[in-house]
């Protein structure tokens, strides 16, 4: 257990539907980083945010935003969903900006029909 | 833009035996970190071993060691010993040591799947 908790664990919904992932960071750990892995593109960042604020930005779709709140947790909505989202969403964190090892959470399985 | 590679998309090993996986990666910087991180069937991502890149001597973490070449940009995983708990798929990663902007992700490679034979 890397003490990285995301839910929830599975999520299916229709085209065109929001949903939202949830994720709380290790605790003490600062910076929360967002990953979708698929089967056509592997593993990918998609955004990091470091104590509220947002740090970095990867691959994310502008139907894509997340935001982390003053207790460190971390949210991903998606919009608009099309089939080719479907993929397992992870979250990972790390103490700080500066310190190298990241924990992932289980994922989100979320599967759009 | 870094990149990492992982030619091998499949490889196989007899239960305790020993095999090494590769990872080569593509970079202009001096200093960053490495990373192997296993995916077992659960899917949850665990962080196998890590690398400074500034360190010369190789990591190792129990059975598990790296071969690091800086100069050629070869990472390789040796698992030593192979129990069945070990198949899994092995993502090779790489993050930048600077700070800010997009640094602070992991890139990650294609990965590699292992079967252990018993």
């Known amino acids: 257990d890397s003490g990285v908790t995301q839910t929830p664990k599975h999520l299916i919904t229709a085209t065109g539907q929001r949903v939202t992932l949830r994720c709380s960071p290790r605790?003490?750990?600062?910076?929360v980083y967002w990953y979708q892995q698929s089967l056509d593109q592997g593993l990918q960042f998609l955004i990091q945010?470091?104590?509220?604020?947002?740090?970095a930005k990867g691959n994310i779709l502008e139907r894509f935003s997340a935001q982390q709140f003053p207790d460190l947790h971390s949210e991903l909505n998606l919009s608009s969903l099309e089939l080719g989202d479907s993929a397992l969403y992870f979250c990972?964190?790390?103490?700080?900006?500066?310190?190298?090892?990241?924990?992932f959470g289980p994922g989100t399985r979320l599967t759009v029909t | 833009a870094q990149t990492v590679t992982q030619s091998q998309p499949e490889m196989s090993v007899q239960e305790a035996e020993t095999v090494t996986l590769s990872c080569t990666y593509d970079?202009?910087?001096?200093?960053?970190?490495l990373f192997w991180y296993k995916q077992p069937p659960s899917r949850q991502m665990i962080l196998v071993i890590r690398?400074?890149?500034?360190?010369?001597q190789n990591a190792t973490e129990n059975r598990f060691s790296v071969n690091f070449q800086k100069a050629a940009k070869s990472f390789s995983l040796k698992i030593s010993d192979s129990q069945l708990g070990d198949a899994a798929m092995y993502f090779c990663?790489?993050?930048?040591?600077?700070?800010?902007?997009?640094?602070?992700?992991?890139?990650f490679g294609k990965g590699t799947k292992l079967s252990v034979k018993p």
């Open positions: 990972a964190s790390s103490p700080g900006v500066e310190r190298n090892e990241q924990y």
């Open positions: 605790s003490g750990d600062l910076s």
């Open positions: 945010y470091y104590n509220g604020e947002e740090r």
């Open positions: 970079t202009s910087e001096s200093d960053y970190y």
């Open positions: 690398q400074e890149a500034y360190k010369q």
């Open positions: 990663a790489y993050r930048s040591m600077n700070y800010g902007g997009s640094q602070g992700n992991l890139i």
